[in-house]
Structure formats: C-alpha cells, structure tokens
C-alpha cells in the first residue's frame, strides 16, 4: 500500500456521500458522522508517529482540538438525529466553544519560527 493517503481520501469521500444519502433521524447517519470524525483525530495521531514533525506540538494541538471538536459533533449528532429531541442550547455546546482553543495560541502555523526583521 504505497499511497495511505489515497485511501483515506477515498473511504473519506465515500463515508460522507453515505452520510449525505443516510435520513436525517437514522441512527447510521450518526454513526457514519461519529465514525468520520474520528478519523481525522487517528490520521493526525498516525502523522505525527510516522513523520515525526519538529516541533511536534502544534500537529498535537491540532489533534486535541480535533478531538474536543468530535466529542462536541457527537453529542449534537446523537442528540439530534438519534432521539430527535433538539433543544436551542445542549451539552454539546460546552464543547464546541472550546474547540479551536488549542491552536489559539501556538497553531500550525506557528510550526516553522518566522524570523523577525531587523529594525
């Protein structure tokens, strides 16, 4: 298997297609949501393991907002499409407002230094 990432696309592209072809209230819906969700917290994790970026914090902030951001799509996944029971403000909530924390103050952006011009 010389090209992993491919894959990833290609189950990635069909898992959403299902998603998007699933009915709204089915419980395969959600679990297609949860499944994709964590995906992309496992292929950030197995980067950073088979890469090895320096520095490696921002791609592992990356991966905690990632997972914040999961259990927050989870809990408004089940609490909408399983039991149908939406209210304005859920539990969920508490999630999704932290979720790009992690990356406010040292992103991947922030990976490689930007040297500072002299005055």
């Known amino acids: 298997m010389g090209r992993p990432w491919l894959l990833y696309l290609t189950a990635g592209t069909v898992l959403m297609i299902g998603y998007w072809l699933t009915p709204v209230g089915d419980t ?3 679990a297609l949501y949860c499944l994709i969700g964590v995906s992309s917290v496992v292929a950030v ?3 950073v393991v088979r890469f090895r970026p320096t520095p490696r914090l921002p791609w592992l902030l990356l991966g905690a907002g990632q997972v914040v ?3 927050a799509g989870m809990t408004c996944c089940l609490l909408y499409d399983v039991p ?3 209210d304005f403000r859920t539990v969920s909530d508490a999630f999704f407002l932290p979720a790009p ?3 406010r ?3 991947p952006g ?3 230094p930007v040297p500072h011009p002299r005055a």
Do not use: T
């Open 105 to 107: 103050g040292y992103g």
């Open 101 to 103: 924390l992690p990356l």
């Open 28 to 30: 395969g819906r959600a």
């Open 45 to 47: 994790l197995i980067g």
């Open 84 to 86: 149908g029971i939406m």
């Open 110 to 112: 922030a990976a490689r």
């Open 69 to 71: 951001y999961v259990i």
